[in-house]
C-alpha cells in the first residue's frame, strides 16, 4: 500500500518517514508535478483535509493513501498566534530564521520574554475508504533567546514541559518521543493499518 504524503517540506518528509519506517512512503512530489494548494480553512484540521484531497485528486490513483500534515504553534501571551499561520508569520515565502525573528519580537513587543505556548499537529487521512483526522499536542513554552540548530521551524525558541533544552538542543529520538507530530502519526498508523486491513 502506497502512502503519499502532501508536502515538499524536507523536514515534514524526513520526521514522517522516520515515524512511518516500516511504510512505502513518498512525497507527491516524487510522483506528479508540485502545485500551490490553497490552504484557506480556518482550523489545522481543515487546512490538512484540503492539503490531503487536493493531493489525493491530483495524483489519479484510487488506491493511494494520501497523509497531510497542517501544524503550527500557538503563543499564549500573542492569544494564541500564529496558529494556523505558522508557516508563514513572517509573510509568503518566508523563512524559517524570518518566522522566529518576528515572533520573537512579537513576545517581546508584548513585554515578556517567555511565555507558554503549544504545538498543535492535525493529521487528515484521504483514500478511496474516506476521509479521516487526528490530532496531536505538545505543550512547554517559548522564548526570545534561541538556542540549538537541530530541527526545523520554531524548534529553537521552544522547550517542551519537562525538559530544560530546546527542540533545537534534542536528540531526534527524544523528540520523536514527545512532538505533537508523532502523537498524531501514532494515531493515524493505527487508522492506516485498518485501511490495510479493509484491502487484504
Not at 518528509?13 to 480553512?41: A, N, S
Not at 524548534?155 to 519537562?162: N, S
Not at 536528540?171 to 498524531?184: F, N, P, T, W, Y
Amino acid at each position: 500500500m502506497r502512502i503519499v504524503l502532501a508536502t515538499s517540506n524536507k523536514g515534514k518528509v524526513r520526521e514522517i518517514k522516520e515515524l512511518l519506517h516500516d511504510r512505502e512512503v513518498f512525497p507527491y512530489t516524487d510522483l506528479i508535478e508540485g502545485f500551490e494548494i490553497v490552504e484557506d480553512g480556518d482550523t489545522f484540521k481543515e487546512n490538512a483535509l484540503i492539503k490531503a484531497r487536493a493531493v489525493y485528486k491530483a495524483l489519479g490513483d484510487t488506491d493511494a493513501v494520501v497523509v497531510a500534515d497542517d501544524s503550527g504553534i500557538s503563543v499564549d501571551v500573542l492569544g494564541g498566534a500564529p496558529g494556523i499561520y505558522s508557516a508563514r508569520y513572517a509573510g509568503e515565502g518566508c523563512s524559517d530564521k524570518d518566522n522566529i525573528d518576528k515572533l520573537i519580537n512579537s513576545v517581546k513587543n508584548a513585554g515578556f520574554e517567555s511565555s507558554p505556548a503549544h504545538y498543535t499537529a492535525a493529521i487528515a487521512i484521504v483514500s478511496k475508504e474516506g476521509e479521516s483526522c487526528v490530532h496531536g499536542w505538545m505543550h512547554g513554552d517559548v522564548s526570545i533567546f534561541p538556542r540549538g540548530e537541530n530541527g526545523f521551524g520554531y524548534d529553537p525558541i521552544f522547550t517542551p514541559a519537562g525538559h530544560t533544552l530546546t527542540l533545537g538542543e534534542l536528540d531526534s529520538e527524544v523528540k520523536v518521543g514527545i512532538s505533537h507530530r508523532s502523537k498524531a502519526l501514532h494515531l493515524a498508523k493505527i487508522l492506516i493499518d485498518q485501511i490495510k486491513t479493509q484491502r487484504s
